[in-house]
Nanobody
């Protein structure tokens, strides 16, 4: 049973930065697709960034490309989301998720992005960006 615990959410001004962390336990860390998703009030949960722990390039939603970076510390079994140049529209509850579904193209593994492909979820951490 994979367990995920997010932390690092906060309230910041537009243009600021935050780093979210997701501690992973309960299962082998390698060989999973790990991702960050977010859900704003009244909206559906959407993918932010996903990455395969076995290697390959991460994938980002267009709205965060160039501003957010997903990374992991394998020794600490922790996934991160570095968020820079935050905008009010980034305000949401951010969730860490893990799943096994991926596909191979372009010479590397890529994780699938639909929320339905992820079996394990954390409780979420709130990010609020004010203008």
């Amino acid at each position: 049973q994979v367990q995920l615990v997010e932390s690092g959410g906060d309230s910041v001004q537009a243009g600021g930065s935050l780093r979210l962390s997701c501690a992973v336990s309960g299962s082998p860390y390698s060989g999973y697709c790990m991702g960050w998703f977010r859900q704003a009030p009244g909206k559906e949960r959407e993918v932010v960034a996903v990455a395969y722990t076995g290697g390959g390039s991460p994938d980002y939603v267009d709205a965060v490309k160039g501003r957010f970076t997903i990374s992991r510390d394998n020794a600490k079994n922790t996934l991160y989301l570095q968020m820079n140049s935050l905008k009010p529209e980034d305000t949401a509850m951010y969730y860490c998720a893990a799943g096994l579904s991926r596909r191979y193209y372009g010479g590397s593994w890529h994780c699938r992005t639909p929320t339905s492909e992820y079996n394990y979820w954390g409780q979420g951490t709130q990010v609020t960006v004010s203008s």
